[in-house]
């Protein structure tokens, strides 16, 4: 499979915003180096490599304290780089694997020691095969047990039919990228209302960046900043933000990282948001 060309910003801002003290990034990815952690045969797309020593500079550059390391699904269930980054920085990195069902307890648990808190179930299909959920149900409630929670990312026409499976999840529930909401649909839209019902329960968190994926305009985003706003306002306990870097499988444009951190002020309008959304959640979630 042929290597996409780099997703990244090559040269990303200073941004003009600083976050606050132990700022975490709570949603990125590592790639590769692929000659050390091959890609998944199965994947559907090829990354260019995007391995940890970058993420660490990234993260120095833009001012943040920590990093979140989701698995990506071009490494497919075989967590080796997630978990070489994690023991790299112990004190300032989490994990959410994507793992087998029938992973054994033994290896679960030295994935919690080197860091991981989840597992992530993706059913976005232009990107995996999803498990049914029965099969993901059990997997809960195994890592239910180590105090894990469930990250997922799905499209924001299959909220209907996952809702009730989401619901019934014994972990709380992170969910990815807002849902993925129709943004030429508005605000006010009755999908990105039904999903903010959703959000009503209290298991339920959202990461509310990667504008650079949701937007019609593109940069700098305006037209997914009241999406992101009023979650943060409507759920200011239960909000989380990330990069998204290396941008996985991004083709419209290579996001300015700096420019992410700029539109942060401009979704949590005040520094009593952005300390909940930037610090406190995040370490309540991942560092208690
Ligand atoms: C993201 C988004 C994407 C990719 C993945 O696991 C992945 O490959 O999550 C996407 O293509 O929307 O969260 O990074």
Known sequence: MKTDPPTWHPDPRKPAYAPPAGAVDAHCHVFGPGDRFPYAPERKYT??????????ALRRHLGFARNVIVQASCHGRDNAALLDALRTDPENCRGIAVVDPDITDARLEEMD???VRGVRFNFVRRLVNPDPTDVSARLAARVAELGWHVVVYFEAADLTELAPFLRSLPTDVVIDHMGRPDIAAGVESADFAAFRRLMEDEKFWVKVGCPERLTQAGPPYDDVAPFARKLVESFPDRVLWGTDWPHPNMKSHQPDDGL??????????TETLRQKLLVENPARLYWA
């Open 260 to 269: 992410l951190v700029e539109r942060i002020p401009v979704i949590a309008p």
């Open 113 to 115: 020691a080197a860091g």
């Open 47 to 56: 990354p260019s490599d995007a391995p940890k020593d970058m993420l660490f």
